[in-house]
């Protein structure tokens, strides 16, 4: 009996990490749903006000459930979303390069930190980055299409590029078949920068067209802006 019960408590004391790990990681993303959802409008508040007083309150647990993981890349790499999800990009950048120092070949890490550059006013930093994640992963449409789109859009004229722009906007809508009405919007973008503005009008016609088609009627007036 005595053996059968010291075997149950080396069980227990195997266990416990296993279970600490899974109530910290449930509680952190239990946070990171209501950091990052909109609030709904003030009428209908009370049961969010009632649970979160302040965004600072939300921002203290944030910063001990890292204290408790460091290193840990999920939560590293959540903590980046949700910050760049509420517009701080400066945050979401230092949260995101020690996630992507972690795991250095993670696609997906590596195109938010270069979403999260471009957000933070680094356009240099992120047309770096993009070209070298295409190093890394020649096929990403993402790297292909964000690149473009800064390159014949950016607001410092030394930094655009419309010849590789619409390189590889058309890259990229030739693989998506033409059918896909943000990457249409980037190859306009890279059209109107390299001077061909009856294509660009096209294609923007084409992208609202398409987005009207499948209901995305937010999309529609955004290319319309």
């Not at 709904?40 to 993981?69: G, I, N, V």
């Not at 058309?170 to 998506?176: A, I, P, R, W, Y």
């Not at 999309?219 to 319309?224: A, E, I, N, T």
Request: aromatic share 8%.
């Amino acid at each position: 009996m005595d053996s059968l019960i010291t075997s149950d408590l080396r069980l227990v004391r195997l266990l416990l990490p296993a279970v600490y790990d899974v109530c910290l990681l449930f509680f952190f993303f239990f946070v990171v749903f209501f950091l990052t959802i909109r609030r709904p409008p003030r009428s209908t508040l009370f049961p969010y006000t009632t649970l979160f007083r302040s965004q600072e309150a939300s921002e203290h647990s944030f910063t001990k459930a890292l204290a408790a993981k460091p290193d840990d890349l999920q939560i590293l790499h959540a903590l980046g979303k949700a910050h760049l999800q509420l517009d701080r990009a400066p945050d979401a950048v230092r949260y995101l390069e020690k996630a992507l120092a972690l795991k250095p070949d993670d696609l997906t890490l590596a195109l938010a930190l270069a979403l999260a550059f471009d957000m933070a006013g680094n356009t240099r930093v992120a047309i770096s980055n993009y070209r070298e994640i295409l190093k890394a992963h020649p096929d990403s449409l993402d790297s292909k299409n964000n690149l473009a789109w800064i390159l014949a859009t950016c607001s410092d004229a030394t930094m655009r590029d419309g010849e590789t722009a619409l390189a590889l906007a058309t890259e990229v809508n030739q693989t998506t078949k033409f059918n896909n009405p943000s990457t249409l919007n980037t190859l306009a973008a890279a059209q109107g920068e390299s001077g061909d503005l009856s294509a660009a009008i096209k294609t923007m016609e084409r992208a609202i067209d398409i987005a009207r088609a499948i209901g995305r009627d937010s999309l529609v007036s955004k290319l319309r802006e």
